[in-house]
């Protein structure tokens, strides 16, 4: 008899108890539910913001985004242009956006990466 290796990744509740990001004055948080699974060079995980002082993001990947719960507003600081994204709406941001976030009372969003923590 064959078997072969679980397949699928599985991670429950990864949106619960994420680590706050170090940025002064905002409440926001992220955290990685899978980082390069088996050696890929992508992860995703949950990025969740609360009403406050926006926060400025610099990105040195490509990222997709769906918002789950809430509304990101959002500027590109170098075009100036802004959307507003709510539930079931995807966004990317290629490499070398410089995006700011805000919202008007929490927003809750799935992302995936394409980095590497790979050594």
Known sequence: MTTSATRIGHVSGAFRDLPRMEDPGTRAFIGDALANPGGAGICGGFFELFAGAPLDYEYTYDEMKVVVEGEFHLTDLD???QVVAGP???LFFPKGSRIRFETPDRALG???GHR???P
């Open 88 to 90: 079931k709406d995807v």
């Open 116 to 118: 590497s923590f790979a």
């Open 79 to 81: 075009s100036g242009q």
């Open 110 to 112: 799935f992302y995936t």
